[in-house]
Each structure stands twice: as structure tokens, then as C-alpha cells.
């Protein structure tokens, strides 16, 4: 059934849908759940609250240095579980495929997105294909759904609800890769890989952090907007102010440069592999310690600090000295990074 | 490995703003004409750092602000029309018209492309034979040498399907409009990138004439700050003249080739400015021996009435003579997601700069 290129036969529901489903997702997907073959996934979830949460993805190109669209589709969900102090355990799958799609590159992305799985221990339970007509969408997009269970006494973590002034602020690492990488694909910049996308399944070394039991009062990945809409989204959220040294973001001085000829700022790009904790400034060091254990956590270092001025604001005090305010991303940076 | 951070030393920061603070008697206002200093004096947080009667304005110099509400109407039309391709600068189609952007009419279907140089609208004219590319020419003297190549380009090479719809202005009849309507000035930092094509001729007159201070300033926090230092001295020393910070860049004769370039292509023109109204040889046309490539005169299209903004006050921004926070739609009605104004659309705008990064914290 190697034929070269999707065709519209392959969503009809018929025989060449079911071979696509065995001769593809199934050989790469694998698991007990999803060769069952049922209409739904049976899943026996482990005592706690369940996390639920879905994701679509669009990027463009599909392959970019350092992932694809499959690994992004992972990573994304598996984090936004992850962040939320659960842990991930089945995800949903769905493909909307443009007819004429090259069968090699769904391959690629299928494959990678089996790698990223097994990588995060999650299994890939359920899924859906549909073919549109050449035209009606670019490629490929694909929907993942996640489930997890939370621990109950980290329900706070998604809400900043015990986010308290004197609290520090820490990012596993280098801020702005990912959008960047992105960029320089969809621009054919010759960078010579100096920049590839941090796109990572985080769950377990946010899993270690919690099994040390570091009292972490909030938690959020900084994908879309950046690490900027997120403080501020913290900051109006609390109530609270946010202090923030540009001297200590991490930023690499590749990013920067491409930063300032394009004219974009590293704290609005997007990232696929960070997570910002906020905790008690005594647990502060010792949670660096832990994250820089972890392969995705080696850079890991506090960059602010919350505090009882300004409530609601993020204000930064610039590399040169002076004082401004941070505020959220207005409308795109950059389209269709994720 | 970073070569901005030798003009970002905090040590040498502080000297300047040192040496500023020590010399600086009495009460200034200094405009900066560019929006790349606009948006870089918000972002590294530079009014914090000077003493309280230091003021810097903000002027008309970014050009997408200046930009007439009639001139985005007339390219919504042109996208309305059936086989053109309109091709342009980022900040352009967000930018609010009479009833509608480019960015509504992209949404609708309409092909519009977002280019990084003028010579990818000739490519794109290229690969559409059977469509007329119109790229929207915005700019100072900085960008209007670009588009007058991509310009002879096509001319010399009969890319006929090519054409460009100017909207090019020039900075030095604003700059003498601004103190000759009374803005209450001392001096310009003057705008780097459009010095290095023009050089210092263009501001003899602010000088000489209007007895201004003027400096030709980077772009970097200490070009910024050094600048802002000769600007004092020269206001202290009652010594005002035209002096050129950005010395590695700027050369007192501009970029010849670019200038003969640059009028080789576009001839002067009557051109209205948001705020300014119509400023006599203010801005560039296609001559006459390029006509074939200029949309103005070869795609007639009915353009709506011109309907401004409701109580926006870019215009007043725009002279220096109001602050964006004196608008009262600024942060409510109109913010960088929902710009009731050109100067909210640009991160190079006024409205935005204040918008993101605020004054003083």
C-alpha cells in the first residue's frame, strides 16, 4: 500500500483508511489500548483528580531544527499536564492531513511523535484521521488531547493561589530558542544549527522536583507569548509585583543577535521545552539543584523575584540600569510557531 | 561575542548619565525624529535614568504613523480588486483605515503578502505573470533608496506586472514645520539610519537658522545617552550646531550612490502627514520615465471617504506637543491588540512605546 501520496481516500473510512491506520499509526503507536480497536480508549485511571487538556498544531515548516509538528504535538500537551503538578498518562491523537501530503513526511512526524511519547512514558491511546482537499489546510495539523492524575495537595499549582511576595521565580533554561528556530526555518537562515527548538517533554523532571517535595506555588510553560505574558498574566492574577533583572534572564547570545536584526524580543518568543516555577525563596537554590539534574534543566536559574510593589505589574530593571514596565504580547510576534 | 553589549556598559551608562546630570542647568526638551529611538529609549528604560527637566519628545518619524488614513483606504482598494497581489511591510496591515485594514481584507481572502525587502515583491511579481504586484512604498530616506532599486530593477529587466504605490517621505520640511508651528523644542536627536543616506546637509537650517541643537544619533543606549550629552553642551554653550555621535556610521556626506539612486527614481511632491496636514516637496512620486511602474497613475480604483479616528490624537502625538497619555482613548479604547490609532499599531510608535515599556516605574 506504499502509494507516494495522501488522497482523499485515505479519510473515507474505508479500506484505505484502515490500511493507513494499521500500516502507519498503528505500527508506530503501538500499545495495548490503542490495538484494541474500540470507538474509545478504556482507561483505568489511578486514585487523584484527573487533568484534562487539549492542544492543536499548525506549525510551520513541519520540520524545524531540533523537531517537527509530531514532537511539538507531544511535548506541548504532555507539558501543559505536567505544569499543572500532574502526571501524564494516555493522550488522544488527530490528523488532518492535505490531500497530495508526501506519505514519507506523515511517516517522519508519526514516528517522531512515537519516540516523544515513549520518551515521556505516556502512551498514545486514541486518535482520528481526516484528508482535506488540496488547499483546505497547509499540510498537516494535528490535535492531541492529554489525561493525567494530580496529586490533591498540588491543586494550588495552577491556580498561584499561595504565591506569596519574597517568593523566587526560575526557568529551567535558555528563553527564545524554539521561536527562533522557527523563525530561521521558515526564513531558510543559514545559522548552521547554532539554534535548534528546545521542544521536550517535561514531565519528569518536574516530577522529580515534586517527589523532593518543593513546596512549588506556581507553575506555567512559556509557549505562546513567551516568558513575558505569562509574569504579567502571574502579576494581574496575585496581585502582586514581579521584579525582574534583564541582567539574569537566560537568553543565548545567538538568540539575542537574531533578536535585535529582526527586531524581536527574546522575552515574547515562544518556548516548547521551559517551565517557570515560582517557590519559597529558602527552597529557591535547592530547587535550581534539582532541575539542573535533569538534561532539560542544565541552564535552570532564578531570574525574579515577587514582591509587594507595584501590584500587578512586571517591571524590569534594563541591562543599563534604567526601569521599565513589561508588558504582554499584542497580537503575533511570529505566526504559527506551534 | 555580542557586539551591541560594548554600547549597553552599564559603567559607561552611568558616566554619561553622570556627566548629564552635572552639566544639565536648566529645563530642555529634546525630539527624537526617529521611531527606532523612540522604541529604544522606552525599552532600556533611558527617562528613568535622566534628572526630572530633561524631557524627550517623540516626533513624527515613524512612518507607518504618518501614514495617511486615505492612503491605507486606497490600498485597501487596490487588494479589492481581482488579480493584484499586494505586497508589504509587517506593521502596514494592521494599521487602522476608514473602514477597514489590510489585515480584514487578508483575512477575506484577499492576497496579501507580508515581504522583508522590496526585491521579494519583484520575485513574487516574477512568479505571478498573470498578476499585478503592487509592493506599498513606506519610508523615510532610509528605505525609499531600496525601493527605488527594486524599482530600476524591474524596470531594466521589464517586470512589467511590478508596481509600487508610494507613500516615501522626506524628515527635513517636518523637522522646520515642527519648530515653525512652535513646538516648544531645544534640539533633535536626529535620526541615524536616514543621516546615513542623506548625511548632515539636510539639518543646516536647524542649526543655523533656527538656532537649534542637533545631533545625528545610534541606536544603543549609549549612543543614545552620549547624544543626549552633546545635545546639553550644546544648549548649556549656547553653541548650537549640527554634530554627527553616530560616527560609525554616518559619513557628513550621506551615501552618495543611495542619494543618485534615490533621485535618479522618485521626484518631490506636495505629501500630507498625520498631525502636519500637507507639507509642501515633502514627499517622493515616481518621475515620469518610471510611470509605467506606478500604481497611482497606471490602476485607477475608487477609494471611500476618508474617515478619521474619533477623538485619536496621533496627530498631536505625533508633533510632540501632546504625550500618548493624554489621549483618552489611550489603554482603554485603544491598546497594541485594538489600535484605534497608527501610533498604537508600530512597536516604532509613540502610543506603543508608552504603551509597553511606560515613562518612568
Known amino acids: 500500500m506504499r502509494k507516494e501520496t495522501i488522497l ?53 515548516p513541519l520540520f524545524f531544527p531540533g523537531g517537527d509538528i509530531g ?13 499543572s503538578g500532574g502526571s501524564p498518562l494516555a493522550l488522544s491523537a488527530s490528523f488532518i492531513l492535505e490531500e497530495g501530503l508526501a506519505l514519507e513526511e506523515l511517516e517522519r512526524v508519526v514516528s517522531s511523535m512515537a519516540a516523544t511519547a515513549r520518551e515521556a512514558g505516556v502512551a498514545i491511546v486514541t486518535g482520528d484521521t481526516k484528508v482535506v482537499e488540496h488547499g483546505s489546510c497547509d499540510k498537516l495539523f494535528i490535535n492531541t488531547a492529554g489525561i493525567g492524575v ?157 514582591t509587594h510593589d507595584h501590584p500587578g505589574k512586571v517591571v524590569m530593571e534594563t541591562e543599563i540600569g534604567g526601569r521599565r514596565i513589561v508588558d504582554m504580547l499584542a497580537g503575533e510576534q511570529l505566526p504559527r510557531i506551534c | 561575542m555580542n557586539h551591541f553589549e560594548a554600547f549597553r556598559e552599564r559603567e559607561i551608562v552611568q558616566r554619561l548619565t553622570a556627566e548629564i546630570r552635572r552639566i544639565s542647568k536648566r529645563p530642555v526638551a529634546f525630539m527624537e525624529v526617529c521611531g527606532g529611538h523612540t522604541h529604544a529609549i522606552r525599552k532600556f528604560g533611558i527617562p528613568s535614568l535622566l534628572p526630572e527637566h530633561i524631557t524627550l519628545l517623540s516626533g513624527p518619524g515613524c512612518p507607518v504613523c504618518v501614514s495617511a488614513t486615505s492612503y491605507v483606504d486606497q490600498a485597501v482598494a487596490y487588494s479589492r480588486l481581482p488579480d493584484v497581489i499586494i505586497a508589504t511591510f509587517g506593521d502596514m496591515i494592521r494599521i487602522p483605515g476608514s473602514t477597514s485594514s489590510l489585515d ?37 530616506e532610509t528605505t525609499a533608496p531600496v525601493t527605488a532599486g527594486a524599482l530600476q530593477y524591474a524596470f531594466n529587466n521589464k517586470v512589467e506586472n511590478f508596481f509600487i504605490y508610494s507613500a516615501h517621505k522626506i524628515m527635513p520640511p517636518t523637522m522646520e514645520t515642527l519648530i515653525d508651528e512652535g513646538v516648544p523644542l ?94 509642501p516637496a515633502s ?42 497619555v493624554d489621549c483618552p482613548l489611550f489603554g482603554s479604547v485603544c491598546t497594541p491588540a485594538t489600535p484605534a490609532g497608527a501610533c498604537m499599531v508600530s512597536p516604532e510608535g509613540a502610543c506603543q512605546a508608552w504603551y509597553k515599556y511606560e515613562a518612568k516605574v
Open chain 1, 71 to 83: 514532537h511539538l504535538a507531544v511535548c506541548g500537551t504532555v507539558n501543559d499536564l505536567a505544569v
Open chain 2, 283 to 324: 514627499g517622493l512620486a515616481p518621475r515620469e520615465k518610471y510611470a509605467r511602474h506606478d500604481a497611482e497613475r497606471m490602476i485607477p480604483v475608487e477609494v471611500e471617504e476618508t474617515i478619521e479616528p474619533k477623538g485619536c490624537i496621533c496627530g498631536e502625538v505625533l508633533k510632540g506637543v501632546k504625550k500618548p
Open chain 1, 150 to 306: 494530580l496529586d490533591p495537595q498540588y491543586r494550588g499549582i495552577s491556580h498561584a493561589r499561595d504565591v506569596q511576595p519574597g517568593d523566587r521565580i526560575i526557568v529551567n533554561g535558555f528563553l527564545g530558542d524554539h521561536g527562533v528556530a522557527v523563525l530561521a526555518a521558515r526564513q531558510h537562515l543559514d545559522i548552521s544549527g547554532a539554534i535548534v527548538s528546545d521542544a521536550a517533554p517535561l514531565n519528569k523532571m518536574i516530577g522529580r522536583v515534586l517527589e523532593e517535595k518543593v513546596p512549588v506555588r506556581f507553575m506555567r510553560d512559556p509557549t505562546r507569548g513567551g516568558l513575558a505574558t505569562l509574569l504579567c498574566d502571574l502579576a494581574e492574577r496575585t496581585s502582586l509585583g514581579i521584579e525582574l533583572p534583564e541582567s539574569s534572564l537566560p537568553v543565548r547570545p545567538e538568540v539575542k543577535n537574531i533578536c535585535e536584526v529582526f527586531g524581536f524580543d527574546p522575552l515574547y518568543l515562544a518556548n516548547e521545552g521551559k517551565v517557570v516555577m515560582v517557590v519559597p525563596a529558602e527552597d529557591a537554590d535547592r530547587t535550581v539543584a534539582l532541575l539542573r539534574q535533569d538534561p532539560h534543566g542544565r541552564e535552570a536559574c532564578i531570574i525574579g523575584t515577587i
Open chain 2, 186 to 279: 531645544d534640539g533633535y536627536l536626529a535620526p541615524g539610519h536616514v543621516s546615513t543616506i542623506t548625511g548632515t546637509s539636510i539639518y543646516e537650517n536647524i542649526a543655523s537658522k533656527y538656532g537649534k541643537a542637533c545631533v545625528i544619533a545610534g541606536f544603543e543606549p549609549v549612543d543614545i545617552l552620549e547624544s543626549i550629552l552633546m545635545l546639553v553642551r550644546q544648549v548649556e554653550e549656547k553653541k548650537p550646531s549640527v554634530e554627527i555621535q553616530y560616527r560609525r556610521v554616518v559619513r557628513p556626506e550621506g551615501n552618495i550612490p543611495a542619494l543618485r539612486m534615490m533621485n535618479e527614481v522618485y521626484g518631490l511632491r506636495d505629501d500630507w502627514w498625520r498631525g502636519l496636514g500637507i507639507l
Open chain 1, 8 to 60: 482523499l481516500g485515505h479519510g473515507s473510512g474505508g479500506r484505505m483508511s484502515q490500511e493507513l491506520i494499521r500500516d502507519l499509526f498503528m505500527k508506530h503507536f503501538g500499545g495495548e489500548v490503542l490495538t484494541a480497536e474500540t470507538d474509545a480508549a478504556l482507561l483505568e485511571l489511578p486514585p487523584g483528580i484527573t487533568v484534562f487538556t487539549t492542544d492543536s498544531y499548525v506549525v510551520s
Open chain 2, 104 to 140: 480584514r481584507e487578508k483575512a477575506a481572502g484577499h492576497d496579501i503578502r507580508i515581504v522583508w525587502s522590496a526585491l521579494d515583491a519583484v520575485k513574487i511579481a516574477r512568479e505571478n505573470p498573470g498578476k499585478r504586484v503592487i509592493l506599498l512604498a513606506i519610508g523615510f
